[in-house]
């Protein structure tokens, strides 16, 4: 009995690669056999199913292999026995189909090297008359090693990816294991966090994924998982509504990840001397007394008149080295119109200047108070013809860090032109009574509004970025229990709160209620503002935490998502962009280029 290939779905070019193989089969080496099985095994993996059956003709095929084996004894009669045997057993071997599991196999690397097999056929098949029947023990284990491992660009690959590791947090989450799938399709190198790694987890990942045990509440367990990552995707979420199940998933866990992956970019930019794209630039670290010299306290009033000697109720300020080490920044302020403040010349690197930077980043701790960041800029020759820009900063209860970005400075004066960085020679920190928002001490009684203290740790300039660092898909509350609404969106904005002041370059996505059902079926709606009303698949939201890694228009904005809809007539309050996934154009810049960004 014989083996013969039946395919099920007609097909020109299948019939003609049929054929191909049907002629090799009888008329070349094994090795040649072991190749088009090799391409039959990727047209089935492409949905033209090729099967193996037992021949039908049963005595009529005996006859002709009878008279082949016939013919092959007399042509052979001065043949070595041991070689017919050896031969055989080759025959035997090349027989068995190539045992390879769906699970062991990168779509990317199949079918660019199935391409390049049977590219290498066509070629042995137009130059017959070089035909070698030498074969190689090892080419099973050879073919095996090209399908599985990596490979070359395919239509869905994107450029690049190849040299881009991206950490998945939430791997078994339903948008994160959809999103595993996409970025190995795509041809990028993944990790994956999981808190367990046990048999039913590793099931539900694919085998090539590197998978790292650690909680993104324990910062300790986050360092091998960032390590070597270029970029990461945050799809944990918590499994309850408990509050501090909230606190510990959707808020404290994206600061340690985010921290953790900053650490481990000042450790690449250190190793690489400073070269690295992800180099701040340090411009004061406040960790010795005489790291405090340069800077000076003083104060000031808005009233230029004697009307503000009425009003003059105190003010004191100053700046000083604590017992504990910190610089600490701390005074009052009583009168009306009143304000102090710590300035200090900027004294930068030789070459280093602030255009090729973002903003700027501090690292403070405090009471909870805002305050007013000043920038002059100008020829620092002459101070005459400086102009004063500014852009207001929130801390928190405690140490947190802040991102100012240099879009977000305004002029003093309506008139003046927008900041050139270039030309920012000087630096204020400026406190005042007016804007403070109350803030509830530890024991729960309310501070006096008119009193700071600031500890200042370090300030330093973002280098410029085109792409996305860190996506995090975060929630719009639909879809949640109005009872428990609240908590959840409060952890998710403090979440979101906390990426924005790291100092990373961020996409914020806020999908709609999750459905279960096939990608790209339906135009999406991206808006901001929180007035979407329907659902959306998880396919989608994967698709565009995807798409927003290399999307320059995605860097630095939040959006919130969904399916498209139809406002009824006379209520059309806004307009709103939508747009049909596909993987043949990148939908997401057109949609997100009229949104803001957020700062």
């Known amino acids: 009995m014989t083996a013969t290939a039946t395919t099920v779905t007609p097909n020109p070019k299948l019939s003609s690669a049929y054929s191909y193989s049907h002629y090799f089969q009888n008329h070349s080496s094994p090795k040649w056999t072991l190749e088009m099985n090799a391409c039959k095994w990727h047209y089935c993996r492409r949905g033209q199913m090729i099967v193996t059956k037992a021949s039908s003709s049963g005595s009529g095929n005996k006859e002709k292999a009878g008279k082949r084996s016939t013919n092959t004894k007399k042509s052979n009669t001065n043949t070595n026995p041991d070689a017919l045997t050896q031969q055989q057993q080759q025959q035997q071997q090349q027989q068995q189909p190539v045992s390879i599991s769906l699970d062991d196999v990168n779509p990317v690397g199949l079918g660019r090297k199935s391409r390049q097999i049977f590219d290498e056929v066509w070629r042995k098949f137009s130059g017959l008359g070089q035909i070698s029947r030498t074969t190689r023990a090892d080419d099973k284990d050879s073919l095996d090693a090209l399908l599985i491992r990596e490979g070359p660009m395919c239509e869905f690959a994107i450029p690049g990816a190849q040299n881009t590791t991206v950490l998945v947090v939430g791997a078994t989450s339903r948008i994160g294991r959809i999103v595993i799938r996409k970025l190995m399709l795509r041809g990028y190198s993944v990790k994956a966090l999981v808190r367990k790694a046990d048999q039913e987890v590793v099931d539900m990942l694919p085998r090539s994924v590197e998978i790292v045990i650690g909680d993104v509440g324990d910062p300790c367990t986050l360092k091998a998982a960032v390590e070597n990552c270029n970029k990461i995707i945050y799809c944990a979420t918590a499994r309850s509504t408990i509050t501090g199940d909230l606190f510990r998933v959707d808020y404290q866990g994206v600061y340690n990840v985010t921290k953790a992956f900053q650490d481990f970019n000042n450790k690449l930019a250190q190793l690489r001397a400073g070269k690295s794209s992800k180099s701040k630039l340090l411009l004061a670290k406040f960790k010795s007394a005489d790291s405090l010299n340069g800077w000076e306290a003083r104060q000031g009033t808005y009233f230029q008149d004697v009307v503000a000697f009425k009003y003059d109720a105190g003010m004191d300020a100053k700046f000083e080295l604590s017992e504990t080490g910190d610089a600490v920044f701390s005074g009052y302020v009583f009168t009306r119109g009143g304000y102090v403040e710590l300035s200090k010349k900027l004294s930068l690197p030789l070459g280093c200047t602030l255009d090729r930077y973002e903003g700027l980043v501090l690292s403070v701790g405090g009471n909870g108070r805002s305050y007013v960041l000043i920038l002059e800029a ?213 949609a997100l280029s009229v949104l803001e960004k957020n700062t």
Do not use: W
């Not at 959006?559 to 498209?564: A, H, T």
């Open 378 to 590: 100008g020829p620092s020759a002459d101070r005459s013809q400086s102009k004063l820009y500014f852009a207001r900063f929130s801390t928190k209860v405690g140490f947190c860090r802040v991102r100012v970005p240099f879009s977000s400075f305004r002029p003093v004066k309506p008139d003046d032109p927008p900041m050139d960085p270039f030309l920012v020679h000087t630096m204020t920190i400026r406190f005042e009574p007016r804007r403070q928002r109350p803030v509830e001490g530890p024991s729960g009684a309310k501070q006096d509004l008119r009193s700071f203290k600031l500890i200042l740790e370090y300030i330093k300039a973002l280098p410029t970025g085109q792409e996305t660092d860190f996506v995090l898909v975060s929630c719009t509350g639909l879809g949640v229990e109005p009872s428990r609404r609240e908590q959840v969106l409060k952890a998710k904005r403090d979440g979101e709160d906390s990426l924005r002041r790291s100092g990373l370059g961020y996409t914020i996505i806020r999908p709609g209620p999750l459905k279960e059902e096939p990608g790209g079926q339906r135009a999406l709606i991206f808006d901001q503002g929180n007035r979407i009303t329907q659902g959306i698949s998880c396919a989608d939201v994967a698709d565009i935490c995807v798409k927003a890694l290399h999307d320059s228009t995605a860097r630095n904005k939040s959006f919130d998502v969904c399916y498209e809809y139809v406002s009824e007539q006379g209520k059309e309050l806004y307009e709103l962009v939508a747009h049909l996934p596909d993987k043949a154009n990148n939908y997401l810049t057109p």
